[in-house]
């Protein structure tokens, strides 16, 4: 049953599931997208998450279902609660890659209220690139277009709900053998 739905006041309107991992050996983390499952384990309900690389790009994003946002990482065969609807305040974006450790890092524009989806590869969401629609933003501080890939199977999942600085590119160090670098980032989720 959802849980975390607000009445009128000044809390935020969120929706919350709970869910149970259905990895087999893996743990998932606080902030990560999750994809739902019906293949063994009853979980709660009939319902079973795995991580977005257990599920691959086909079911991905499709079947995404939420974010985890259970404090402490949700062992194998556990129990855990994911968000799917409302500002989410911890979501893991992929903020840049590189082929390998010892390639430079690419320069990175900033971004505001960008579209995303999910990076299998990585656990994590990540910006969409290609670009077929609009949608204009309005908050109370600032107003935005937002740009998103409508082409992919509808409207985005997830859409960063903060701005992230530009990056500038950087040689390799050989102290720094990352591929990957990750943020934790605030989004609206509007998931399955």
Do not use: H
């Not at 257990?54 to 939420?66: E, H, I, Q, Y």
């Not at 299998?120 to 690139?129: E, I, K, L, P, Q």
């Not at 935005?144 to 040689?171: E, K």
Request: charged fraction near 5%; proline fraction near 4%.
């Amino acid at each position: 049953m959802p849980t975390g739905s607000s009445q009128i006041g000044n809390k935020p309107a969120i929706e919350k599931i709970n869910y149970n991992n259905l990895e087999t050996s893996s743990s998932i983390a606080v902030g990560t997208p999750i994809v739902l499952t019906i293949a063994g384990g009853s979980g709660i309900d009939g319902f079973s998450a795995v991580l977005p690389s257990t599920a691959t790009a086909s079911k991905c994003p499709a079947l995404c279902v939420g974010v985890s946002v259970t404090p402490t990482s949700v062992v194998a065969n556990d129990f855990g609660e994911a968000q799917v609807w409302g500002f989410c305040n911890f979501a893991v974006l992929v903020i840049n890659s590189r082929a390998n450790s010892s390639a430079s890092w690419s320069t990175q524009a900033s971004t505001l209220f960008a579209a995303l989806s999910i990076d299998t590869a990585n656990n994590a969401f990540v910006t969409y690139t290609p670009v077929t629609g609009l949608w204009t933003l309005v908050t109370a501080a600032t107003t935005a277009t937002l740009t998103a890939n409508f082409a992919g199977g509808g409207f985005p999942m997830a859409v960063l709900a903060q701005s992230l600085a530009s990056q500038a590119a950087s040689a390799s160090t050989s102290s720094d053998t990352r591929t990957v670098i990750t943020q934790g980032v605030k989004v609206f989720l509007r998931c399955l």
